[in-house]
């Protein structure tokens, strides 16, 4: 079954036009790692990869950029989906750290690559807010400043007396500089554009049908028979794994986003923040570089094949209210409506690393809420690993850490 990933008006594929197209595969070809997938872990791999000298090709089977990536609302920051008081049912505090750590670092490459290549992706460093509205809620979010603050990340508390924002709140953890943005179609389109420049192949309209392994070698077959030699393949197809694994990744939700016409008087405390409730599901908003706003949530279980226009519906104008009723004072017109596919895990991270079962397949998946920034250290780790260096902190995205 064709399974629809994406459905709707999708801001950042319609905001973007003169984008460079990529040729489709009319020959065979060698490289020595085959990334599946055009999306922006895709792109973060060959642009890693191809920084390390290691020759690699992109195999995207529809448009770059154009599956749960046109998506994103790109709300890049350290803390996971879930708060670390929730989230301790499931790993320790100490993986937690770890992770909010792993998040900074991550932060930190993207702010490298923009330093060294140019800011062509509307890249911000921002803030970031995690808050309730909700008394009973005041303790967990104690908590997770205090975890904060003792792991020397830079933090405060906000509560009802001193909040800065025009909507009420009872208590929440501000992150300084904790955060960032970007558009995350033109972010994937820079970082191909920077890997070609080191070697990197790409090529659009190209679905990979059929994978042979042999001792040495994989070898990938595509839509019109043309065929890639490689020493592994990594899949960065995002939420559509079942062509390369019977593994089960994370639980699959759809979740919807709205995007706003430019806001003329958008307060300009909004502009430098990404800020996202405590609730579950939780919704989350941002404000562009052209100063629309964008707010997600109302996640439902995951609809494969059919639109389901009364729920979508639905889900829209429960956003639409949300934000409405965040901004009494602005002018707040909808224009973008889109959804699509997302999945978690139970400790917030993605999957990195080798098949436990076969060593020429390779994943690189960034499931949860920090998909980009786990496919940063995907590309870091992945780097390493094919150099013969397993990096430590691998572990906590295991492929297969929830087998039994
Ligand atoms: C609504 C929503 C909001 C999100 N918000 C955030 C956020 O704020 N911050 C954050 O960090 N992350 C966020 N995420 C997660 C983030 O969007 C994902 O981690 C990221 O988009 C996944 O990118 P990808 O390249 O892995 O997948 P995709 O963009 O889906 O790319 C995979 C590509 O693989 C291609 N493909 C599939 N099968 C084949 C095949 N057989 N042959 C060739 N190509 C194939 C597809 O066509 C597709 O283009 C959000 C996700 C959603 C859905």
Known sequence: MNIQYVHGDCLFTRINKNIKQYEY???????????IGGGVTGAILGYYFSKSNIPCVILEKSR?????????????????????????????????????????????????????????CDYRKVDSLLYTSKKIENKVME?????????????????????????????????????????????THQLIEEGCKMGLKVYENTEVIDIKYSDNDATVETIYGYKVKGKIIIVATGY?????????????????????????????????????????????????NDNRLIMGGEDVNFIPDIYNEELCINSYNKLEQRLKSLFPHLKIEIEYRYCGAFASTQDNLGFIGKDPDNSKLWYCLGYGANGILFAILGGMMLTKLYSGEVDKDMKLFKVDRFDN
């Open 25 to 35: 595969l009319t020959e065979d070809i060698r490289a020595e790692v085959i990334i």
């Open 143 to 187: 908590e997770e400043y205090y975890l904060r603050k003792e792991a020397g990340l830079p933090v405060e508390f906000i509560d009802e007396a001193n909040n800065p924002f025009s909507f009420d709140l009872k208590s929440g953890v501000l992150g300084k500089g904790a955060g960032a943005v970007i558009d995350p179609y033109k972010f």
């Open 64 to 120: 770059i950029a154009h599956g749960s990536t046109s998506i994103t609302t790109s709300l890049l920051e350290y803390e996971l989906d879930s708060n670390a008081l929730d989230l301790m049912s499931y790993t320790s505090k100490e993986n937690i750290i770890k992770s909010y750590k792993l998040g900074v670092k991550a932060l930190d490459e993207i702010q490298e690559f923009i330093a060294n290549h140019g800011n062509k």
């Open 240 to 288: 559509n794994t079942s062509f390369f694994t019977k593994r089960a990744f994370g639980t699959k939700s759809t979740a919807f986003n709205i995007a706003t016409k430019p806001i003329a008087n958008l307060d300009d405390i909004y502009k430098n923040i990404v800020i996202k409730d405590n609730k579950v599901p939780y919704n989350y908003f941002r404000a562009t």
